[in-house]
Nanobody
């Protein structure tokens, strides 16, 4: 069974940075578009970013554009999200997910891993 495992979260001060990782145990990672989404306390899932299979095309939500950077290393079957200039409102559980039907904006919620907690607080 394909599994996604997120890591890299933690407690960081406003203005700080973190790098999240998502390891994919499947055999088709290099051919699949991927997404990052998050869920803040008491809120629904928020789409953040997506990336093409080869990493040459990326999209971002307005809320994170210019602060977050998505990337991937297909040789390691790993997806990354670099979080810079973090704000308290970025506090959430962050998940990676596979694209649904190859979409850059629709993801397969059932493919998410357990998530990694990011807490931004002074």
């Amino acid at each position: 069974e394909v599994q996604l495992v997120e890591s890299g979260g933690g407690l960081v001060q406003p203005g700080g940075s973190l790098r999240l990782a998502c390891a994919d145990s499947g055999f088709t990672f290099s051919s699949v578009r991927m997404h990052w989404v998050r869920q803040a306390p008491g809120k629904g899932l928020e789409w953040l970013s997506s990336i093409s299979a080869l990493g040459s095309i990326t999209y971002y939500a307005d809320s994170v554009k210019g602060r977050f950077t998505i990337s991937r290393d297909n040789a390691k079957s790993t997806l990354y999200l670099q979080l810079n200039s973090l704000k308290t409102e970025d506090t959430a559980v962050y998940y990676c997910a596979r694209a649904k039907d190859g979409s850059y904006f629709i993801y397969d919620e059932t493919s998410r891993g357990q998530g990694t907690q990011v807490t931004v607080s002074s």
